[in-house]
């Protein structure tokens, strides 16, 4: 079993950053794909983005070129870096693997606003 915890959430203006980390728990997270979700108000959960074992990421169009992914598997940590932030990206942010998904914990809460 995995455990995961998402943390880093905050206040944020638009244009602004924020980093967001997940911890990991379990011997498997290195065999892992790993995604970042989000949950923005009166919407479904949504996967924006994955890492690869090896590293390599991909991101949902509306992110893409703003987040980045990557991991530290020696640390079973993953980080989301958010640039440019949005309105829109106002969202409670989860991690977990993209298969098989495990518990999806509180996720940590992003707000941006001016």
């Known amino acids: 079993q995995v455990q995961l915890v998402a943390s880093g959430g905050g206040l944020v203006q638009p244009g602004g950053s924020l980093m967001l980390s997940c911890r990991a728990s379990?011997?498997?997270?290195?065999?892992?794909?790993m995604g970042w979700y989000r949950q923005a108000p009166g919407k479904e959960r949504e996967r924006i983005g994955y890492?690869?074992?090896?590293?390599?990421?991909d991101y949902e169009e509306s992110v893409r070129g703003r987040f980045t992914i990557s991991r530290d598997n020696s640390k079973q940590m993953m980080f989301l870096q958010m640039n440019s932030l949005k309105l829109d990206d106002t969202a409670v942010y989860y991690c977990?693997?993209?298969?098989?998904?495990?518990?999806w914990g509180q996720g940590t809460q992003v707000t941006v606003s001016s």
């Open positions: 379990g011997s498997v997270f290195d065999a892992l794909v």
């Open positions: 890492i690869e074992p090896n590293g390599e990421t």
């Open positions: 977990n693997s993209v298969g098989p998904i495990y518990d």
